[in-house]
């Protein structure tokens, strides 16, 4: 595992983005994915089940350099799949987010990588690409490759799997699979990466000679 900064992630991107792409095509989805999770630990421990981890002060850590290796992240949808996790949340339940709720530098750090990776890997900042683990796990994308909606087990289906489902904040308090103002955690998590893509869009148009 090894700590990284936004501009390796770039670069890590930009030298998977061929073998990703082709490896989510020839596993029957239309473009590449990136799965947000937590990693049901504590605040510093690392997973190398995820491609990305990030600890409770907002650091980066890469458990491998080819986002188009598989690892076990994502139930049948790890090809093609980028997984980021959080590192918390060991004890979180649906009513409360226990002693390791996810931090503002860690939502904030989380927007920021989902932002390089849509960036740097073609990937337009919504939910038929980017989805939290409770999204996926409900088929919130209509992305049914390889199993089917019999198959759904997130907060709207039994929710053996609601990563990220809330994060515990004044934008989303509280768990509501069904909520449609924006403050589930997936909403909240992908217009902060749109945020964050917009800026450094504009900040490097102003950093152009006139």
Known sequence: MKEITLSDLRQIA???KPDLWEAANEAGHETPKVYLHWTAGSYQGLFDDYHINITDEGRIYASTEDLAEVLAHTWRRNTGGVGVAIC???DATTWDLGSAP???AQI???AQAV???CEELGLPIKKACVLTHGEAADIEDGDTAGYG?????GPKNGCEKWDLEYLGTPESPAYHPYATDGSR???VLRGKAIYWRNKWRADAERALPE
């Open 149 to 153: 909606y019999d198959d759904a087990y």
């Open 115 to 117: 932002a390089v990776l």
């Open 88 to 90: 918390g949340c060991y």
């Open 108 to 110: 904030e750090a989380m």
């Open 14 to 16: 930009m030298w998977s």
């Open 102 to 104: 996810p931090t503002l």
């Open 185 to 187: 955690g997936g909403d």
